[in-house]
């Protein structure tokens, strides 16, 4: 990891406009769950059935932008950069989730019959706040990704206090111990949430990512635009036949008479890899203009993920009890204006809260080497 050739950090116009749309599938995909379970109605031919793997996209992103935000450090220990490493992930992660948990606890107690059962135990609450694994999934079910998305981060922040011949092996065995996860019989489950974490089969598309950003860093691909195109279309291409059960959530393959299970870091951790490759790719060598709206929904996106599946959920509640949604009609309609009002609240609370609480925390925390005005 040491000598490695200098590079102009540029803006990754592409990857920001993803990071958007990504948001916006996640969005999509929930309508269209919540109006099926609530409503008894399809959301737009149930096309966005594969909105999940906007949460791929996410996994690969956060290790291209570990590895690409901290290049010139990697192989440098310091414990120094260990702890700022950490504060930095710390503040972008935390308040937030944690005021929009605070939010939707406030609204529990008021419309308790909006309350799972366990949903307001203190146990169950200050494992939610923490990010810690359990069983179930936080109070914000979103929470799940954030938790991979720690532990990422705990992992990767030991690159700055581990010797390079004590890390690399960690980073493999935690790989090959995911691998286990794609045999039958091996899978662990939800009784044993903290060793789920440790072996889910999801942490390889962290690796994708990383992968991504070394190969963009180092190697001048000269088929970054196939590369980018080929991304694209097999995600799109993955994404429609699973929305319409051609490619099922998990698909068994024999081998060798040893059954592997296929999950979606095959069908689109790897179409994700291929994007951001591509993506990051086209970014470095000429740069990429995105529309201003792109770019703004891509900065909100953490925003639009917290906050839109409450409301979403509430939402379609709502409906239900004002006996609404009762026609594919109505409930198309419904689920436009749920679709609006989940991503203008996203935005509303990225541009008055989020944006204000994270800056004045990086201000705080922060030592800055540089005058207040320079970009973290």
Not at 67 to 89: D, N
Not at 348 to 367: A, D, T, W
Request: aromatic share 14%.
């Amino acid at each position: 990891m040491h000598n490695k050739a200098p590079f102009k950090r540029v803006q990754l116009n592409l990857l920001q406009a993803f990071r958007g749309i990504a948001a916006l599938l996640v969005v999509l995909f929930h309508v269209d769950q919540l109006s099926n379970e609530n409503l008894n109605q399809p959301f737009l031919f149930d096309f966005f059935q594969f909105g999940s793997a906007g949460v791929d996209y996410f996994l690969v992103l956060s290790g291209f932008v570990a590895i690409y935000a901290h290049w010139h450090e990697l192989g440098q220990r310091s414990f120094k950069k260990f702890k700022s490493f950490l504060t930095k992930r710390f503040i972008r992660i935390y308040p937030v989730y944690w005021i929009v948990s605070i939010v939707v606890i406030a609204f529990l107690f008021v419309m308790p019959g909006f309350a799972k059962k366990g949903d307001l135990t203190l146990e169950f609450l200050g494992k939610s706040f923490l990010l810690f694994p359990q069983s179930e999934a936080p109070l914000l079910d979103v929470g799940w990704t954030l938790i991979l998305i720690v532990f990422f981060y705990l992992i990767f922040s030991l690159v700055f206090i581990l010797p390079l011949r004590f890390y690399l092996p960690l980073v493999v065995l935690l790989m090959l111990a995911s691998g286990t996860q794609y045999i039958q019989g091996l899978a662990v489950t939800n009784e044993y949430p903290v060793l789920q974490l440790l072996t889910n089969s999801l942490n390889p598309e962290f690796a994708l990512g990383c992968l991504a950003a070394w190969l963009a860093l180092t190697r001048n691909l000269p088929q970054r635009k196939s590369i980018f195109i080929a991304g694209s279309t097999l995600f799109l291409l993955v994404g429609i036949l699973h929305a319409y059960d051609v490619i099922l959530d998990i698909e068994p393959l024999q081998l060798f008479g040893t059954t592997l299970l296929l999950n979606r870091v095959f069908f689109f951790g790897i179409p994700c890899f291929l994007l951001v490759l591509g993506a990051a790719s086209l970014d470095l060598n000429k740069g990429t203009e995105i529309p201003q709206s792109l770019n703004y929904l891509g900065n909100a996106s953490y925003s639009i993920y917290l906050i839109h599946s409450p409301v979403v959920s509430a939402m379609t509640k709502l409906a239900v009890k004002f006996n609404l949604g009762n026609s594919p009609i109505q409930a198309l309609l419904i689920g436009f204006l749920i679709l609006a009002i989940a991503l203008t609240l996203g935005c509303l609370f990225y541009s008055f809260v989020e944006q204000p609480i994270v800056g004045f925390l990086r201000q705080r925390l922060i030592k800055r080497k540089t005058p207040a005005k320079s970009a973290v």
